[in-house]
């Protein structure tokens, strides 16, 4: 019923025992009847652990809690690490008809036929206060706390609803050791750090260290749903509508096709009379923000939403965002204001950027050695950028970092009587919805307690102003008007059979959505197929001037973003799609269809659909040609 990871004497982190040979065997565990369920405490004598768990029947499914005040440890020296819940529930063999549902990116499927991989991948990302030089190559996060098996004429999905922050999804094809295909999750009871040690000798050596204290939740928990229909599309309704049970809710009117990020400007030295000096570099300044908007509307886009970053006064190298001033490098005050009142005159939505997360400056109350989150060395988190070629960090950029969650709250608080300052459609919440740390230093926060922390900044956001949410973690959902830069790939795990847009799936009908920005894909053209299949707005980021410049400052991934280049070609994309895009924009996805393996239809509940072929030869299917790496829209006379 559960395994768990525990350290040895000698700090080995990596031990592994489960509930059957280490407790029941021996007859050492307890069961008795609790209200809807039954009790389990099992009592590991070699390892010196006590682990209750809980099983009990809820009005949707089964729910599994592992109640952490009730863990026992009997050695400080024997530590308990992890825990995992019904590791083998669902478990199939290879010849059963069906696959699993990771969470990876958009949303992966792994059929039970493929062999020898593994997966694991921790929901919502790294913990930036665990210790780690490299990078893990995986491109794309878990935002969701689930995973789900199809298998036969039966499904379930499985959300993880308490200790999310906290848990691994992990998932094994057959092997000829184990014939079965699991997946489960996995819980951090205490975080495990390698860090390097100096010795006498000038060398170093790798040791364990281990978080403090262990989780601070009052429980991991995993709900298990059964799914009306066999098939991952009735794994998204189900998740749906517990979120929906949770509090969202359902959308009444369609909204914007095309979503615009405006880059403001970032900070970098200049020379001044032969003098280098640190100053605002304008990437598209309150002017020329005017400019681009109003080029749109000459284009014919005339439904579209606006989102401004790196506005405020410093640019990308500013402050956090708890006084909102105009930066004076793009026009000051007066500049923005007249920004504003165009957006307002001519109806179209405009979100201001905040940044309540990320520090490259001191300011006052929130000073970068202090308010920073600390790592179990207690050194600052930094947030590093990766060398792609090496997955090394890059040492050598002006160093970003991280608020620690306890100081979160005060730059709400600081911030929310600003928020009226300007006349604006609402805020876009920066990395509040998508990046979730740890602080273990004195203040000692967990990511448990983080992701709660990350939660109710949000909603005392939101209680203020409409939210934009970019690539948003599910704690991060209630909270959200529109979700930008919503996950359309995967990483490539070699467990994966396919990509399905489940993410899109879920969330369509509960919240506006767009692409990521259709202009920074390596692949332009694919990725608005993407975005087409999972029936999302599609949105550019456009930069008025000096973009040849940004190589070497902090935001140097921007380097796609000349509004000369894109402009005409988003209104084009525009005209061809928002009759589509719009109609879908509030609307649930209610069949998703593999064709085949480069061939997909999408409908929605008012009938629009869409047949998409990513390979490079036209397809005909029934009576319709799909064109080679192109689409054939099905436009319904009620989403018309």
């Given at each position: 019923?559960?395994?768990?990871r525990?350290?040895?004497?000698?700090?080995?982190?990596?031990?592994?025992?489960?509930?059957?040979?280490?407790?029941?065997?021996?007859?050492?565990?307890?069961?008795?009847?609790?209200?809807?369920?039954?009790?389990?405490?099992?009592?590991?004598?070699?390892?010196?652990?006590?682990?209750?768990l809980?099983?009990?029947?809820?009005?949707?499914?089964?729910?599994?809690?592992?109640p952490?005040?009730?863990?026992?440890?009997?050695s400080?020296?024997?530590?308990?690490?992890?825990?995992?819940?019904?590791?083998?529930?669902?478990?199939?063999?290879?010849?059963?008809?069906?696959y699993?549902l990771?969470?990876?990116?958009?949303?992966?499927?792994a059929?039970f036929?493929?062999?020898?991989?593994?997966?694991?991948?921790?929901i919502?990302?790294?913990?930036?206060?665990?210790?780690?030089?490299?990078?893990?190559?995986?491109?794309?996060?878990?935002?969701?706390?689930?995973?789900?098996?199809?298998?036969?004429?039966?499904?379930?999905?499985?959300?993880?609803?308490?200790?999310?922050?906290?848990?691994?999804?992990?998932?094994?094809a057959?092997?000829?050791?184990?014939?079965?295909?699991?997946?489960?999750?996995?819980?951090?009871?205490?975080e495990?750090?390698?860090?390097?040690?100096?010795?006498?000798?000038?060398?170093?050596?790798?040791v364990?260290?281990?978080?403090?204290?262990?989780?601070?939740?009052?429980?991991?928990?995993?709900?298990?749903?059964?799914?009306?229909?066999?098939?991952?599309?009735?794994?998204?309704?189900?998740?749906?509508?517990?979120?929906?049970?949770?509090?969202?809710?359902?959308?009444?009117?369609?909204?914007?096709?095309?979503?615009?990020?405006?880059?403001?400007?970032?900070?970098?030295?200049?020379?001044?009379?032969?003098?280098?000096v640190?100053?605002?570099?304008?990437?598209?300044?309150?002017?020329?923000?005017?400019?681009?908007?109003?080029?749109?509307?000459?284009?014919?886009?005339?439904?579209?939403?606006?989102a401004?970053?790196?506005?405020?006064q410093?640019g990308?190298?500013?402050?956090?965002?708890?006084?909102?001033?105009?930066?004076?490098?793009?026009?000051?005050?007066?500049?923005?204001?007249?920004?504003?009142?165009?957006?307002?005159?001519?109806?179209?939505?405009?979100?201001?950027?905040?940044?309540?997360?990320?520090?490259?400056?001191?300011?006052?109350?929130?000073?970068?050695?202090?308010?920073?989150?600390?790592?179990?060395?207690?050194?600052?988190?930094?947030?590093?950028?990766?060398?792609?070629?090496?997955?090394?960090?890059?040492?050598?950029?002006?160093?970003?970092?991280?608020?620690?969650?306890?100081?979160?709250?005060?730059?709400?608080?600081?911030?929310?009587?600003?928020?009226?300052?300007?006349?604006?459609?609402?805020?876009?919440?920066?990395?509040?919805?998508?990046?979730?740390?740890?602080?273990?230093g004195?203040?000692?926060?967990?990511?448990?307690?983080?992701?709660?922390?990350?939660?109710?900044?949000?909603?005392?956001?939101?209680?203020e102003?409409?939210?934009?949410?970019?690539?948003?973690?599910?704690?991060?959902?209630?909270?959200?008007?529109?979700?930008?830069?919503?996950?359309?790939?995967?990483?490539?795990?070699?467990?994966?059979?396919?990509?399905?847009?489940?993410?899109?799936?879920?969330?369509?009908?509960?919240?506006?959505?767009?692409?990521?920005?259709?202009?920074?894909?390596?692949?332009?053209?694919?990725?608005?197929l993407?975005?087409?299949e999972?029936?999302?707005?599609?949105?550019?980021?456009?930069?008025?001037?000096?973009?040849?410049?940004?190589?070497?400052?902090?935001?140097?991934?921007?380097?796609?973003?000349?509004?000369?280049?894109?402009?005409?070609?988003?209104?084009?994309?525009?005209?061809?799609?928002?009759?589509?895009?719009?109609?879908?924009?509030?609307?649930?996805?209610?069949?998703?269809?593999?064709?085949?393996?480069?061939?997909?239809?999408?409908?929605?509940?008012?009938?629009?659909?869409?047949?998409?072929n990513?390979?490079?030869?036209?397809?005909?299917?029934?009576?319709?040609?799909?064109?080679?790496?192109?689409?054939?829209l099905?436009?319904?006379?009620?989403?018309?």
């Amino acid at each position: 019923l559960l395994t768990f990871r525990y350290s040895d004497r000698d700090s080995n982190a990596y031990n592994t025992q489960n509930s059957f040979a280490g407790s029941v065997r021996k007859g050492d565990y307890r069961a008795q009847q609790i209200e809807n369920g039954v009790r389990f405490d099992f009592y590991f004598d070699n390892e010196g652990f006590l682990i209750p768990l809980e099983i009990t029947l809820t009005q949707a499914g089964i729910k599994a809690t592992v109640p952490l005040k009730d863990i026992r440890e009997r050695s400080n020296r024997i530590l308990l690490t992890g825990v995992t819940v019904l590791p083998n529930f669902g478990a199939a063999r290879a010849n059963d008809e069906g696959y699993m549902l990771l969470p990876d990116g958009s949303g992966m499927l792994a059929d039970f036929s493929t062999r020898n991989f593994t997966y694991s991948q921790r929901i919502y990302g790294k913990d930036y206060a665990v210790i780690n030089t490299t990078s893990t190559g995986s491109s794309q996060i878990a935002r969701m706390p689930i995973y789900g098996i199809k298998r036969g004429s039966g499904a379930f999905l499985s959300v993880i609803s308490s200790g999310a922050a906290r848990a691994y999804v992990e998932a094994n094809a057959p092997t000829s050791k184990s014939p079965y295909a699991t997946v489960a999750a996995r819980f951090v009871y205490r975080e495990v750090m390698t860090v390097e040690v100096s010795q006498k000798t000038f060398e170093s050596t790798q040791v364990n260290v281990f978080e403090s204290a262990p989780c601070s939740l009052d429980a991991f928990t995993v709900e298990y749903l059964p799914c009306q229909e066999a098939s991952y599309i009735s794994m998204a309704d189900s998740y749906r509508q517990y979120l929906q049970e949770q509090g969202m809710k359902t959308l009444s009117e369609s909204r914007d096709a095309l979503y615009v990020d405006l880059i403001g400007g970032v900070e970098c030295q200049q020379s001044v009379l032969g003098i280098p000096v640190n100053k605002v570099l304008p990437v598209t300044d309150y002017e020329a923000a005017t400019n681009i908007l109003k080029r749109l509307q000459q284009s014919g886009v005339d439904n579209f939403q606006v989102a401004y970053h790196y506005w405020q006064q410093g640019g990308a190298e500013g402050k956090l965002t708890t006084d909102l001033v105009a930066e004076s490098a793009l026009g000051g005050k007066r500049g923005l204001n007249q920004f504003l009142q165009y957006c307002q005159q001519k109806g179209i939505p405009l979100y201001l950027e905040l940044n309540l997360t990320d520090m490259r400056r001191s300011q006052l109350g929130f000073f970068k050695t202090y308010s920073a989150a600390q790592s179990v060395r207690r050194e600052p988190v930094i947030d590093y950028d990766y060398y792609l070629s090496t997955f090394q960090q890059k040492t050598d950029d002006r160093p970003l970092y991280l608020l620690s969650p306890a100081k979160i709250p005060n730059a709400v608080e600081k911030v929310l009587p600003n928020l009226g300052n300007w006349s604006v459609t609402g805020y876009n919440a920066g990395t509040l919805a998508n990046k979730i740390y740890s602080d273990m230093g004195p203040r000692s926060i967990d990511r448990g307690a983080a992701e709660a922390i990350m939660a109710a900044a949000l909603s005392r956001l939101a209680a203020e102003s409409r939210l934009q949410l970019s690539a948003a973690n599910a704690y991060a959902f209630p909270y959200a008007d529109t979700i930008t830069d919503v996950p359309l790939y995967t990483s490539g795990y070699l467990i994966e059979t396919c990509q399905v847009p489940f993410y899109s799936m879920v969330m369509h009908g509960l919240a506006y959505m767009s692409s990521g920005d259709i202009n920074g894909y390596l692949d332009p053209e694919h990725a608005l197929l993407r975005a087409l299949e999972a029936g999302v707005g599609l949105k550019y980021a456009f930069g008025w001037e000096n973009v040849a410049e940004l190589s070497d400052t902090a935001i140097s991934e921007y380097g796609y973003i000349e509004a000369d280049r894109w402009l005409t070609h988003a209104a084009q994309q525009y005209q061809e799609l928002q009759q589509f895009l719009s109609a879908v924009s509030n609307r649930t996805m209610t069949v998703h269809t593999l064709i085949s393996k480069d061939v997909r239809y999408s409908e929605f509940d008012n009938g629009m659909g869409v047949y998409v072929n990513y390979s490079n030869q036209d397809v005909t299917y029934g009576d319709l040609v799909i064109p080679a790496n192109g689409y054939v829209l099905q436009i319904s006379k009620e989403g018309a």
